[in-house]
């Protein structure tokens, strides 16, 4: 269905939203590279779209789940360029970018990024997984304010 309504010339928006669910329905089924192909598609095609900071984030995660680790942290590393305002995506993406690190034996940079999220974007789902995951990279609580005389 999604495919008849892609080769069919549909309306931008709709196109869109029909290629990122696309794309979604590639990743249940465990096919990385047609969801990265999908993904860049609505991209190149698509990328003033509301929908594009998302697809620009999952390209990068379907691209980790592919087991390419080096495209996975280059289009991650797109991201706080392209959308530095997104404050919960760009901590998605630093987190993508710490586990494609790890996945090529980097992990003192994987840290780094990770260090990085948790400092900038506490707040965020993605702090909270990281610290989930890693709580020895918590920061250190804040000192006590010096009593008063």
Same mark, same amino acid.
């Not at 530095?84 to 940079?109: K, Y």
């Given at each position: 269905?999604? %495919? #008849?309504?892609?080769?069919? !010339?549909?309306p #931008? ?5 029909? $290629?990122?669910?696309?794309? !979604?329905? &590639? @990743?249940?089924? %465990? ?5 990265? /192909?999908?993904?860049r ?5 698509? #990328?003033?779209?509301? @929908? ?11 691209l ?5 680790a +080096? !495209?996975? $942290?280059?289009?991650?590393? /797109?991201?706080p ?6 404050? +919960?995506?760009?901590?998605?993406? $630093?987190?993508?970018?710490? /586990?494609? @690190?790890?996945s090529?034996?980097? %992990? ?12 900038? &974007?506490? #707040?965020?789902?993605?702090a909270t @997984? ?5 709580? +020895?990279?918590a ?8 009593? /008063?005389d």
């Amino acid at each position: 269905m999604l %495919n #008849g309504l892609l080769s069919s !010339g549909a309306p #931008g928006e709709i196109e869109a939203e029909a $290629l990122l669910t696309l794309s !979604g329905a &590639y @990743l249940t089924l %465990n096919r990385a590279d047609d969801a990265a /192909r999908t993904l860049r598609r609505l991209i190149s095609q698509h #990328g003033s779209s509301p @929908l594009a900071p998302e697809a620009q984030l999952q390209l990068a995660e379907a691209l980790l789940i592919g087991e390419d680790a +080096e !495209g996975a $942290l280059a289009e991650a590393a /797109r991201f706080p360029v392209a959308f530095p305002d997104d404050a +919960e995506r760009v901590a998605a993406a $630093l987190r993508i970018e710490a /586990r494609a @690190l790890i996945s090529l034996g980097r %992990n003192t940079e994987a840290d780094g990024r990770l260090r990085l999220l948790l400092s900038r &974007y506490p #707040g965020t789902s993605a702090a909270t @997984l990281v610290l989930r995951e890693r709580p +020895e990279l918590a920061p250190p609580p804040a000192p006590a304010p010096a009593p /008063r005389d």
